[in-house]
């Protein structure tokens, strides 16, 4: 069961998402973004021989391939224990220093709340 019973409903849906999506592709990551207008996307780790991107960079790709023009909040679901610089580098260039970034365990559980600033 995720454990983010600090987030508000918007914010738990898309650790759900991440969760989601790294488990059903076998990824190491999956995360997942919600733009200005609501709208979210969700991606999984790229991990090809001519292209490697993050979960969190390919989902904020999208969205940025989709026209949203600013991101309101974004999730990552990894063994890691903290966000990556280059992810926080790749929701700050969409959303800006202050947009929340929640970083997950695999089972879900919330270990980190931090800005993309």
């Known amino acids: 069961m995720t454990d983010?019973?600090?987030l508000d409903a918007e914010d738990r849906k898309i650790v759900t998402l991440a969760r989601s999506a790294r488990a059903r592709?076998?990824?190491?990551e999956g995360a997942a973004?919600?733009?200005?207008?609501?709208?979210?996307?969700?991606?999984g780790?790229?991990?090809?021989e001519s292209l490697k991107l993050s979960a969190l960079q390919t989902a904020v790709a999208m969205a940025v391939a989709?026209?949203?023009t600013s991101l309101e909040a974004a999730a990552v679901v990894s063994a890691a224990e903290t966000p990556?610089?280059?992810d926080r580098?790749?929701?700050r260039d969409l959303g800006g220093p202050d947009t929340p970034v929640f970083l997950a365990g695999p089972d879900g559980t919330l270990r980190v709340r931090v800005t993309a600033g």
Do not use: H, K, Q, W
């Open 89 to 91: 580098a790749a929701v």
């Open 66 to 68: 989709s026209g949203a």
């Open 45 to 48: 780790t790229v991990a090809l």
């Open 4 to 6: 983010t019973t600090d």
């Open 84 to 86: 990556s610089d280059g």
């Open 25 to 28: 592709n076998g990824v190491p």
């Open 33 to 43: 973004v919600r733009d200005e207008t609501g709208r979210t996307y969700v991606a």
